[in-house]
């Protein structure tokens, strides 16, 4: 579909201190939103061009971003999302799965529906051409290094798809020669998203060989026979995994366990667990700022102020964004996603994931 | 805080009225009438923040529209001023759209009414308004003091900002003469009687702020309302170069009428007869129902019909305002029967009426308060009272 974004001679010129002063304290793009949401000098916004349906569960969105800087990614990052529904936008974190540097300066994400995944089974569900999102900048250290490797291993799981899915297509449109494995496991074959397209590129180069297991269909899980049968050596190949825990704690083993743990790359998919004591579930929070006291039920801070009516700046939910550190001024946290116990006073803490052990208090 | 694991059911309550002694003026609750008020309460709370979505966050946006829309249309029209009736109508459009600004979008965006949209444009941690005072610093001033500390004499600096004698507690003093003409000065030039009283100036005097402090805020408050007179005063008038004065004194007028209305409603909501003020002595160790007495009892209505309510940011529901500063203020409205029907309950004064009423007590109380206090009736009988005991 056809997007009306402001050229970028345009924004800059209506960004200037003469303008900005003149719509001050609201600022230019405040007003021309008023008119267009995508007629803005920030840079957040995006618009949804194309929707294609991959599988039951899975969606591809392309995204024309109003600030085309935007469009430029390594492959294997993600953006935050923020998507509108009922009045509340709702931010999460989506792998970016198309190849890096395409012409058009459009992005796709590819967004899988999940039972308790809130926005991804609504974006499934609703989302059409013309939405207007907001999108950070693309960001993560999931990145294929721009020496690209003789032999690279992809290793994914499910929804983890989408960032290798990205590298791999950098790799096919720059015609990149070295050798690729590309390994995913899904749960059945109607489950397998972009299965097209890895079909052909297997057919296509030589180079790439694309396997997926189906593991609901008697396929096998990773293991360091799967490895040898596809003749990967992991002391000699630079490898990437990203998926449910299980598979990237699988792939952490392996390769640690032959002592090439720096050659592996993992980024979970999936907030992680929290593992905590029933007798730490206990004390009050005190939400400082706010005047509110609470006792502690053992979820993490963020939920517990949502709880008690307040509304924090927050963002992905488990722990990559740092739209939601808050001033912790005393108490035992835990850090769910290091599983790492912190007592310090005064320390600012990612309360998406942070659980209260005990007695709190917060500058909220 | 307590909750109640169903909000929508409502909390049940006895109703019995209670008639709880009245000394100067304060009904003296129990504690356990003070813990039940505080139940009922949280209970409204808890239920209208379960019930926040798209109807709240159609309603704000609707409201910046029709803001925006008028302050384009206002600023128009001014430039269309050599012809004069263009010129009333772009100071009254300009007028009303500074108050829509500064009230019901602004001050209720500010309390953080609409943070739950996670729209950084409507989010109390950005939104900053078209008037002389930083957002920042009147967060701190309106939100933390303000509202935490309302009507304790000494801790509350909104009684009289500083300026004016609005409380017996402030000892009398011939400069106090002049409090009918400080408060017309206030009136007019308020906004930047707002940004000021946030420099706590007579916390210098008294030390307990520093001199450095007060300069950094005093570098904000410049920065800010320099910003806002180059815009209106420099600018834009500029802009119109044959007509500049029109749209100089139209900007002005316009900034003119919405400092007269925000402190005429503003006053009306803590300053009418029968509002009380507290001491710090009053409110040592009080619970969570003692604070939502206090507001109760520290604030006061104005009646009117749906525009007057918007166009006074609903502070005309300055009592549900002060029990839940951070619930969408278009639904005070709503609440306020509830409230009423509880203060009526509990045998607590709801204190409300026309603007006129209630204005009219306020400025009685501005020239009263300028002369020596007379002994009241009600203080007279106190001490023959004790006497007699």
Not at chain 1, 26 to 33: D, F, K, R, T
């Given at each position: 579909?056809?997007?009306?974004?402001?050229?970028?001679?345009?924004?800059?010129?209506?960004?200037?201190?003469?303008?900005?002063?003149?719509a001050?304290?609201?600022?230019?793009?405040?007003?021309?939103?008023?008119?267009?949401?995508?007629?803005?000098?920030r840079?957040?916004r995006?618009?949804?061009?194309?929707?294609?349906h991959?599988?039951?569960?899975?969606?591809t969105?392309t995204?024309?971003p109003v600030d085309?800087?935007?469009a430029?990614?390594?492959?294997?990052?993600?953006?935050?999302?923020g998507?509108?529904?009922?009045?509340v936008?709702?931010?999460?974190?989506?792998?970016?799965?198309?190849?890096?540097?395409r012409?058009?300066?459009?992005?796709?994400?590819t967004?899988?529906?999940?039972d308790?995944g809130?926005?991804?089974s609504?974006?499934?569900?609703?989302?059409?051409?013309?939405?207007?999102?907001?999108?950070?900048?693309p960001a993560?250290?999931?990145?294929?290094p721009?020496?690209?490797?003789?032999h690279?291993?992809?290793?994914?799981?499910?929804?983890?798809i989408?960032?290798?899915?990205s590298m791999?297509?950098t790799?096919v449109?720059?015609e990149?020669?070295?050798?690729v494995?590309?390994?995913?496991?899904a749960?059945?074959?109607?489950?397998?998203?972009?299965?097209d397209e890895?079909?052909l590129?297997?057919?296509?180069?030589?180079?790439v060989?694309?396997?997926?297991?189906?593991?609901?269909?008697?396929?096998?899980?990773?293991?360091?026979?799967?490895?040898?049968e596809?003749?990967?050596?992991?002391a000699?190949?630079?490898?990437?995994?990203?998926?449910?825990?299980?598979?990237?704690?699988?792939?952490?083993?392996?390769?640690s366990?032959?002592g090439?743990?720096?050659?592996?790359?993992v980024?979970?998919?999936?907030?992680?667990?929290v593992?905590?004591?029933?007798?730490?579930?206990?004390?009050a929070?005190?939400?400082?700022?706010?005047?509110?006291?609470?006792?502690?039920?053992?979820?993490t801070?963020l939920?517990q102020?949502?709880a008690?009516?307040?509304a924090?700046?927050?963002?992905?939910r488990m722990?990559?964004?740092?739209?939601?550190?808050?001033r912790k001024?005393?108490?035992?946290?835990?850090?769910?996603?290091t599983?790492?116990?912190?007592?310090?006073?005064?320390?600012?803490?990612r309360?998406?994931?942070?659980?209260?052990?005990g007695d709190v208090?917060?500058?909220? | 805080m307590?909750t109640n694991?169903?909000?929508?059911?409502p909390?049940?309550?006895?109703?019995?009225?209670i008639?709880?002694?009245?000394?100067?003026?304060?009904p003296?609750?129990?504690?356990?009438?003070?813990?039940?008020?505080?139940r009922e309460?949280?209970?409204?709370?808890e239920?209208?923040l379960?019930?926040?979505?798209?109807?709240d966050?159609?309603?704000?946006?609707?409201?910046v529209?029709i803001q925006?829309?008028?302050?384009?249309?206002?600023?128009?029209?001014?430039?269309?001023?050599?012809?004069?009736?263009?010129?009333?109508?772009?100071?009254?459009?300009l007028?009303?759209?500074k108050?829509?600004?500064?009230?019901?979008?602004?001050?209720?965006?500010?309390?953080?009414?609409?943070?739950?949209?996670?729209?950084?444009?409507?989010?109390?941690?950005?939104?900053e308004w078209?008037?002389?005072?930083?957002?920042?610093?009147?967060?701190?001033?309106?939100?933390?003091?303000?509202?935490?500390?309302?009507n304790?004499?000494?801790?509350?600096?909104?009684?009289g900002?500083?300026?004016?004698?609005?409380?017996?507690?402030?000892?009398w003093?011939?400069?106090?003469l002049?409090?009918?003409?400080?408060?017309?000065?206030?009136?007019?030039?308020?906004?930047?009687?707002?940004a000021?009283?946030?420099l706590e100036?007579?916390?210098?005097?008294?030390?307990?702020?520093s001199?450095?402090?007060?300069?950094d805020l005093?570098?904000?408050?410049?920065?800010?309302?320099?910003?806002?007179?180059l815009?209106?005063?420099?600018l834009?008038?500029l802009?119109?170069?044959?007509?500049?004065?029109?749209?100089?004194?139209?900007?002005?007028?316009?900034?003119?009428?919405?400092?007269?209305?925000?402190?005429m409603?503003?006053?009306?909501?803590?300053?009418p007869?029968?509002v009380?003020?507290?001491?710090?002595?009053?409110?040592a160790n009080e619970?969570?129902?003692?604070?939502?007495?206090?507001?109760?009892?520290?604030?006061?209505n104005?009646?009117?019909?749906k525009?007057?309510h918007?166009?006074?940011g609903?502070?005309?529901h300055?009592?549900?305002h002060h029990?839940f500063?951070?619930?969408?203020?278009?639904?005070y409205?709503?609440?306020?029967?509830?409230v009423r029907?509880?203060?009526e309950?509990?045998?607590?004064?709801?204190?409300?009426g026309?603007?006129?009423?209630?204005?009219g007590?306020?400025i009685r109380?501005i020239?009263?308060?300028?002369?020596?206090?007379r002994?009241?009736?009600?203080?007279?009988?106190?001490?023959?009272?004790?006497?007699a005991?």
């Open positions: 579909m056809a997007v009306t974004t402001l050229s970028p001679r345009l924004r800059k010129a209506l960004g200037n201190p003469f303008f900005e002063a003149l001050a304290p609201h600022g230019v793009s405040h007003w021309l939103e008023q008119v267009n949401l995508t007629w803005t000098i840079s957040d995006a618009i949804v061009t194309d929707v294609r991959q599988t039951a569960d899975a969606v969105l995204l024309a085309d800087g935007k430029q990614f390594l492959p294997g990052q993600y953006l935050q999302v998507v509108e529904i009922e009045g936008t709702h931010t999460r974190c989506f792998s970016i799965s198309c190849a890096a540097g012409a058009d300066r459009r992005l796709e994400i967004v899988k529906r999940h308790d809130f926005v991804s609504w974006l499934k569900a609703h989302a059409e051409p013309g939405l207007v999102l907001t999108i950070s900048d993560g250290d999931f990145t294929l721009s020496a690209r490797p003789a690279l291993v992809l290793v994914s799981g499910g929804s983890g989408t960032p290798v899915m791999l297509r790799l449109a720059e990149h020669a070295g050798r494995t590309f390994l995913h496991f749960r059945t074959a109607d489950e397998l998203i972009f299965a890895l079909a590129i297997d057919v296509d180069h030589d180079n060989n694309v396997v997926t297991v189906f593991t609901r269909e008697g396929g096998a899980h990773l293991s360091p026979a799967m490895l040898a596809l003749d990967i050596d992991p000699a190949a630079l490898a990437f995994a990203c998926g449910p825990r299980d598979l990237v704690d699988a792939a952490i083993e392996i390769w366990g032959a090439n743990e720096d050659r592996l790359f980024e979970y998919f999936q907030p992680p667990a593992d905590l004591d029933a007798d730490e579930a206990s004390g929070i005190t939400f400082a700022a706010s005047g509110i006291t609470v006792e502690n039920d053992g979820r801070l939920e102020a949502e008690a009516g307040l924090p700046a927050s963002g992905c722990g990559i964004c740092h739209t939601c550190p808050r001024t005393s108490g035992t946290v835990l850090d769910a996603v599983g790492t116990r912190s007592a310090t006073a005064d320390e600012e803490i309360i998406c994931v942070s659980v209260p052990c208090e917060l500058d909220l | 307590t694991p169903n909000p929508t059911k909390v049940p309550t006895s109703h019995r009225i008639k709880a002694p009245i000394i100067d003026g304060k003296q609750l129990t504690e356990s009438q003070l813990e039940a008020l505080g309460l949280d209970a409204i709370r239920r209208e379960a019930d926040l979505g798209e109807i966050a159609a309603y704000i946006r609707r409201l529209r925006r829309g008028l302050e384009v249309g206002g600023r128009a029209s001014l430039f269309l001023s050599f012809v004069p009736p263009f010129w009333f109508l772009g100071a009254a459009a007028g009303v759209a108050i829509l600004d500064n009230m019901e979008i602004g001050h209720n965006v500010m309390h953080g009414q609409y943070d739950w949209m996670q729209d950084p444009a409507l989010h109390s941690a950005n939104f078209d008037t002389a005072s930083p957002a920042e610093q009147w967060k701190h001033s309106h939100n933390y003091l303000h509202h935490t500390f309302t304790i004499i000494g801790k509350d600096r909104d009684i900002y500083g300026v004016l004698r609005m409380d017996e507690s402030t000892k003093h011939p400069v106090w002049g409090n009918p003409i400080y408060a017309l000065l206030l009136a007019t030039f308020f906004e930047y009687g707002v000021l009283h946030d100036v007579e916390n210098i005097r008294t030390g307990d702020k001199i450095e402090e007060a300069k005093g570098r904000v408050i410049a920065r800010k309302s320099g910003s806002q007179a815009k209106d005063y420099v834009f008038p802009l119109a170069f044959p007509i500049f004065p029109l749209v100089l004194a139209g900007n002005f007028t316009a900034n003119i009428i919405r400092n007269l209305w925000a402190f409603i503003i006053f009306c909501g803590h300053f007869d029968g009380a003020t507290f001491t710090e002595e009053e409110v619970t969570r129902g003692g604070w939502y007495l206090r507001q109760m009892l520290g604030s006061a104005l009646t009117g019909g525009l007057f918007i166009m006074s609903n502070l005309s300055q009592i549900e029990l500063p951070d619930i969408p203020a278009r639904r409205q709503h609440i306020a029967p509830e029907e509880i203060c309950r509990y045998g607590l004064e709801y204190n409300t026309p603007l006129r009423k209630q204005f007590t306020v109380k020239f009263r308060l300028a002369l020596p206090d002994r009241s009736g009600r203080a007279r009988a106190r001490e023959v009272s004790t006497a005991a």
